[in-house]
């Protein structure tokens, strides 16, 4: 054996659990791999698990025990995949490259959940080091281990050497059914079927994007729990009775990732048989993600409500004392005791209201986008982004292909709203969704998401907001003027409200 042949293929930094499943993940599909992390005891951990899913002593991990052993065991030009948390993480890995002799021409991979800004930036700070290629990963730890939804984004040209291997490790759709294509075996390989991962755009994009499907996470997760909430406090329904209903829900429209796992969580019992979510104490965390989607849509003027309600969701679930203090304090509505054929009829009607307000979160994601590619200069592919998220990762849903199919149609769609199928869908389904929001309403239970969106399908429906009162309002106040609909378009005009005439000028 030559000492070429004796190289890895591929370097990996960072061992915990999405770089573990990714590494395995890799070596599955015929990649030899030199992995280093500070801990070694992970290193240790990947080697032995990948002797026992290999069957054999010979692992197709190898370890090292630094950052100069990783770069001399691997084939030039080296190729480095990065698996640790954002932000300074980063910039301590790739100094230490630095320092182990990085050439130019080598590639590393950031798989964090870094924020885009920081990935523009570090493009820039390091192009004469190495180049730095991102790649956001979706899907958690099966995703990682068994078929991803990649994000890539950066120098064409990585691409190019890092494209086959991608495809290779990602999750795979069925092309005539778009329908995920399982793999749930260590060993398995599948080598057919459209791969979820897809070139973004130049360095940053890959990250925005992934950015944004966290939002649309953020917001389908709060759609979710919103939904468990009625059933369970407002028609007191065990959790086993939720779960047969999310159940029988997936088999349709609300077909999705998230609302599968919703019903394993909701059938677990504890060793004393009781449900195990009614012990998790109510207390949401965040990684920033979802904020940092809100906080992009205010900056482009991309309305975006019902991710930010999600957010705003988990920020007032952390205040847990206060909001027990107010229970004792702030009173609500009497209970209302429903009749099995009422509870049926708003069963019914929290589906469709739970639909509708799915296609709003993905649509104020998609519109995000559109604008902040229009900003940055970009050319996204949304037809793309909506394949590549059909399997794989956490917002995988069954209408991501009538996303795909809206794009096609129409490449410049500026909002899934104006498409035919989903004006037609939350046309239809409309009546049952205000039911369902006016009923839970006068229950007393709090849902921000699934009321939020209503208001942004109402405002998106009016041709005439109240906006007109609110800009007399800045004139009044700040002189701050504002356009008349019967006169030629961008001509400002001011009242001079101080004086008696109150006269309107033209500025």
Same mark, same amino acid.
């Given at each position: 054996?030559?000492?070429?042949?004796?190289?890895?293929?591929?370097?990996?930094?960072?061992?915990? @659990?999405?770089?573990?499943?990714?590494?395995?993940?890799?070596?599955?599909?015929?990649?030899?791999?030199?992995?280093?992390?500070?801990?070694?005891?992970?290193?240790?951990?990947?080697? $032995?698990?990948?002797?026992?899913?290999?069957?054999?002593?010979?692992?197709?991990?190898?370890?090292?025990?630094?950052?100069?052993?990783?770069?001399?065991?691997?084939?030039?030009?080296?190729?480095? @995949?990065?698996?640790?948390?954002?932000?300074?993480?980063?910039?301590?890995?790739?100094?230490?490259?630095?320092? !182990?002799?990085?050439?130019?021409?080598?590639?590393?991979?950031?798989?964090?959940?870094?924020?885009?800004?920081?990935?523009?930036?570090?493009?820039?700070?390091?192009?004469?080091?190495?180049?730095?290629?991102?790649?956001?990963?979706?899907?958690?730890?099966?995703?990682?281990?068994?078929?991803?939804?990649?994000?890539?984004?950066?120098?064409?040209?990585?691409?190019?050497?890092?494209?086959?291997?991608?495809?290779?490790?990602?999750?795979?759709?069925?092309?005539?059914?778009?329908?995920?294509?399982?793999?749930?075996?260590?060993?398995?390989?599948?080598?057919?079927?459209?791969?979820?991962?897809?070139?973004?755009?130049?360095?940053?994009?890959?990250?925005?994007?992934?950015?944004?499907?966290?939002?649309?996470?953020?917001?389908?997760?709060?759609?979710?729990?919103?939904?468990?909430?009625?059933?369970?406090?407002?028609?007191?329904?065990?959790?086993?009775?939720?779960?047969?209903?999310?159940?029988?829900?997936?088999?349709?429209?609300?077909?999705?990732?998230?609302?599968?796992?919703?019903?394993?969580?909701?059938?677990?019992?504890?060793?004393?048989?009781?449900?195990?979510?009614?012990?998790?104490?109510?207390?949401?965390?965040?990684?920033?993600?979802?904020?940092?989607? !809100?906080?992009?849509?205010?900056?482009?003027?991309?309305?975006?409500?019902?991710?930010?309600?999600?957010?705003?969701?988990?920020?007032?679930?952390?205040?847990?004392?206060?909001?027990?203090?107010?229970?004792?304090?702030?009173?609500?509505?009497?209970?209302?005791?429903?009749?099995?054929?009422?509870?049926?009829?708003?069963?019914?009607?929290?589906?469709?209201?739970?639909?509708?307000?799915?296609?709003?979160?993905?649509?104020?994601?998609?519109?995000?986008?559109?604008?902040?590619?229009?900003?940055?200069?970009?050319?996204?592919?949304?037809?793309?982004?909506?394949?590549?998220?059909?399997?794989?990762?956490?917002?995988? $849903?069954?209408?991501?292909?009538?996303?795909?199919?809206?794009?096609?149609?129409?490449?410049?769609?500026?909002?899934?709203?104006?498409?035919?199928?989903?004006?037609?869908?939350?046309?239809?389904?409309?009546?049952?969704?205000?039911?369902?929001?006016?009923?839970?309403?006068?229950?007393?239970?709090?849902?921000?998401?699934?009321?939020?969106?209503?208001?942004?399908?109402?405002?998106?429906?009016?041709?005439?907001?109240?906006?007109?009162?609110?800009?007399?309002?800045?004139?009044?106040?700040?002189?701050?003027?504002?356009?008349?609909?019967?006169?030629?378009?961008?001509?400002?005009?001011?009242?001079?409200?101080?004086?008696?005439?109150?006269?309107?000028?033209?500025?």
């Amino acid at each position: 054996m030559t000492q070429e042949q004796q190289l890895c293929d591929i370097g990996f930094i960072g061992l915990g @659990v999405m770089g573990k499943n990714l590494v395995l993940n890799l070596a599955d599909n015929g990649y030899t791999i030199a992995a280093f992390d500070l801990d070694n005891a992970k290193v240790v951990d990947a080697i $032995a698990q990948d002797e026992i899913e290999n069957k054999t002593d010979s692992s197709r991990v190898i370890g090292c025990s630094s950052y100069t052993e990783l770069l001399a065991k691997l084939k030039a030009p080296h190729l480095i @995949v990065l698996s640790v948390p954002a932000g300074e993480p980063v910039d301590q890995v790739s100094q230490s490259l630095i320092g !182990a002799g990085i050439q130019p021409d080598d590639i590393v991979i950031d798989t964090g959940n870094s924020l885009w800004v920081d990935t523009v930036a570090r493009e820039e700070k390091y192009k004469n080091d190495f180049i730095l290629f991102s790649s956001a990963v979706s899907g958690g730890e099966e995703g990682a281990r068994f078929g991803p939804s990649l994000m890539p984004s950066g120098s064409p040209y990585a691409w190019t050497r890092i494209k086959p291997i991608w495809e290779a490790i990602a999750a795979k759709v069925d092309p005539q059914t778009g329908k995920p294509i399982e793999r749930t075996q260590p060993g398995q390989v599948i080598n057919h079927g459209d791969p979820c991962t897809a070139y973004i755009g130049p360095a940053g994009a890959g990250h925005y994007v992934k950015m944004v499907h966290n939002g649309i996470e953020y917001a389908d997760m709060q759609i979710i729990c919103e939904a468990y909430h009625v059933l369970r406090e407002g028609l007191a329904l065990s959790t086993d009775e939720i779960a047969d209903i999310f159940e029988q829900w997936n088999q349709g429209p609300l077909d999705s990732y998230l609302m599968e796992i919703s019903v394993q969580v909701l059938r677990h019992k504890d060793a004393e048989n009781t449900p195990l979510v009614d012990l998790i104490l109510d207390k949401a965390g965040q990684k920033g993600t979802g904020l940092w989607t !809100a906080v992009s849509s205010l900056e482009v003027g991309a309305p975006a409500p019902t991710i930010a309600q999600a957010v705003y969701a988990r920020s007032i679930s952390s205040f847990k004392s206060l909001r027990e203090q107010a229970d004792t304090l702030l009173s609500g509505p009497e209970k209302t005791d429903y009749s099995s054929q009422e509870k049926s009829a708003l069963i019914n009607d929290l589906h469709d209201a739970i639909y509708c307000a799915k296609i709003c979160a993905y649509a104020q994601g998609f519109q995000l986008m559109k604008l902040a590619e229009q900003e940055h200069g970009w050319k996204l592919n949304f037809a793309s982004i909506a394949k590549i998220w059909r399997a794989g990762c956490i917002i995988r $849903a069954v209408f991501l292909q009538s996303i795909t199919d809206a794009f096609e149609r129409n490449e410049e769609l500026e909002n899934l709203l104006l498409d035919k199928f989903f004006a037609e869908q939350l046309s239809k389904y409309q009546q049952s969704w205000r039911r369902a929001i006016a009923n839970i309403t006068l229950m007393g239970i709090p849902t921000g998401a699934l009321s939020s969106s209503l208001s942004y399908y109402d405002s998106m429906r009016t041709a005439v907001l109240p906006a007109n009162l609110l800009q007399a309002q800045r004139d009044f106040f700040g002189a701050h003027t504002f356009e008349r609909c019967d006169k030629a378009k961008g001509k400002k005009y001011h009242v001079q409200w101080s004086t008696a005439e109150q006269e309107i000028i033209e500025i």
